[in-house]
């Protein structure tokens, strides 16, 4: 143990690390044991200098030839450059898109279908340390996320949806649902891999053919399931990748030839793409932003409590559209709950996202760095208490301290916009009736968390809190046939489960 703090600088920087990296949020060392560095390798990746479009089963170069580069967030080394679509690409994506549609894949039947879903979610599997290490590379997740979530749950979307290619008549759909034909999906940079397989999975169990625009700061991981999609010999065109900017997205979300949108990211460009399609007959569903509530009881086990609350909102940097940004604990715990978890998040280890041992990596981009330092400093300055562990963070790179605000009021900004970041907000309560009236206290409805030992008060939250999902004496649990899926302005519609297959049917 003394070996290893003694190869520690005194700020906790292993020897040998990546410049900056890997410095513990406390300072595990003045308990007298440190960590050694683990890093994954990234041998297993190979990063070429330049990346295609994937259209109709080949990757090539945009039509006009222009490209944007894609760095890790963790150090801003550039990784690769990558094909910007413009209109001409999103045409011929779309039509490749409709041919696939109509000669291959709609006619299919749902038993081919999913030998093919069940090929990737496999090819997924084999590939999965890859996939982590680059999704850990690109978007600046810790590795044992990206490992342990990203990729695995990314699988079982498609092994799932694989399982209902057969049996849509029986999803309770109607008798004879049929495909709506090409998806446009745009989807963010916070679950790059994961967001494309819960868009892809359904949409291609249904009979759908699909053209993925991924986040501009995350193309990698959806360039490499283009390669699966390859690998596992599904038809040209089944599935296209148009990387790009905003601009790609909008051209997409606007082509006519586009049947169905399914679009996750900010409320903003969800109500612009709504006002897009608005009176076009194209289907559309909105995953959006939340600030959902994590309301913990007197009577919760306050270990496991301080548990889910730090994988609430701690869990990928806080870049969670249902992160549980807004902590309400009971008034007479509140100092006893506060309290541990200041202790914990002293343990917690922000730095390199490939070191197998970091809990918090890198913040994605620097516009989202700066929109978290924005909201952090309001905070401050509408009064509420700010609070970080020790904590020194890398010099190159995008990062921000885990953080928590006490003597938060709900007017405060921070109470009532997303932040998308390690941030939290504590309010209290001293009723049930409160924890209810603060928890629906916002524009949002994503989801929300209970901490209860007792049954009966988690059915009655339950049925009052106005979110799409809500854990029990849990938080962040995700599982394919599961719906996910909010109200008001964290959007409408569902992904995952029956639900979310209703979605790309004509039932
Ligand atoms: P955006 O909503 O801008 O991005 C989401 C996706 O939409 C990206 O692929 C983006 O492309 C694309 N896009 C951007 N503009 C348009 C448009 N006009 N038409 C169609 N597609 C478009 O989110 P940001 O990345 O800008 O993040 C901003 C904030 O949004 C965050 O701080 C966070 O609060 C929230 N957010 C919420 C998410 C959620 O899951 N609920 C996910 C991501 C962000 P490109 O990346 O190239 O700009």
Request: with cysteine; aromatic share 8%; hydrophobic share 40%.
């Amino acid at each position: 143990m003394q070996a290893g703090k003694d190869a520690r600088d005194p700020g906790g920087q292993p020897a040998g690390s990546p410049a900056g990296l890997a410095a513990p949020a406390g300072d595990p060392g003045d308990a007298g044991w440190a960590y050694a560095p683990a890093p994954e390798s990234r041998e297993i990746v190979t990063i070429t200098p330049e990346y295609g479009l994937f259209l109709d089963g080949e990757f090539g170069p945009a039509a006009g030839g222009k490209t944007f580069p894609t760095v890790n967030p963790a150090t801003e080394e550039p990784l690769a450059r990558v094909a910007e679509a413009g209109p001409a690409d999103v045409d011929r994506a779309v039509a490749a898109a409709r041919a696939a549609y109509e000669r291959v894949w709609g006619p299919m039947p749902g038993a081919e279908r999913a030998k093919y879903l069940f090929r990737i979610a496999r090819i997924l599997q084999e590939r999965s340390r890859e996939f982590a290490v680059l999704e850990s590379l690109d978007n600046g997740k810790p590795i044992k996320e990206s490992r342990d979530v990203d990729v695995p749950l990314a699988a079982a979307h498609f092994f799932y949806h694989a399982g209902w290619a057969d049996k849509l008549e029986h999803a309770g759909l109607g008798p004879s649902p049929r495909p709506v034909g090409v998806a446009g999906q745009v989807i963010p940079w916070n679950f790059p891999l994961l967001m494309a397989a819960w868009k892809l999975a359904p949409a291609l169990a249904a009979g759908n053919t699909c053209v993925l625009k991924p986040a501009e700061t995350t193309p990698l991981t959806a360039l490499l399931l283009a390669e699966v999609c390859q690998q596992a010999g599904l038809p040209p065109g089944v599935v296209n990748v148009l990387t790009g900017a905003g601009e790609t997205g909008a051209a997409l979300v606007a082509h006519p030839g586009v049947d169905k949108v399914a679009f996750t990211g900010s409320t903003e460009v969800g109500k612009q793409i709504q006002r897009t399609v608005a009176g076009t007959g194209k289907r559309l569903t909105l995953e959006l932003g939340g600030k959902a509530a994590n309301v913990v009881f007197d009577d919760a086990p306050v270990e496991a409590a301080v548990e889910g609350i730090v994988n609430g909102i701690f869990f990928n940097q806080g870049h969670v559209c249902c992160a549980g940004s807004r902590l309400l604990v009971q008034e007479s715990v509140a100092d006893a709950v506060t309290g541990r978890l200041r202790d914990r998040l002293g343990t917690l280890r922000l730095g390199d996202p490939l070191d197998k041992n970091t809990d918090i990596g890198a913040i994605n981009s620097r516009p989202q760095l700066d929109k978290i330092r924005e909201l952090s400093d309001a905070g401050e300055a509408e009064g509420a208490e700010r609070w970080s562990p020790p904590c020194r963070l890398p010099d190159r790179g995008y990062w921000f301290p885990p953080t928590v605000f006490t003597g938060v009021a709900q007017s405060h900004r921070i109470a009532r916009e997303e932040i998308f970041g390690p941030v939290l907000s504590v309010l209290t309560f001293r009723t049930p009736e409160e924890a209810v009236t603060k928890a629906n206290n916002t524009a949002y409805g994503l989801s929300a968390g209970v901490w209860t030992e007792k049954g009966s008060r988690i059915l009655w939250l339950a049925q009052r809190l106005r979110a799409g999902v809500v854990w029990a004496n849990t938080y962040n649990r995700f599982d394919p046939a599961s719906p996910f899926g909010g109200y008001r302005e964290s959007g409408f519609g569902r992904e995952g489960g029956r639900h979310g297959l209703a979605a790309y049917l004509d039932a």
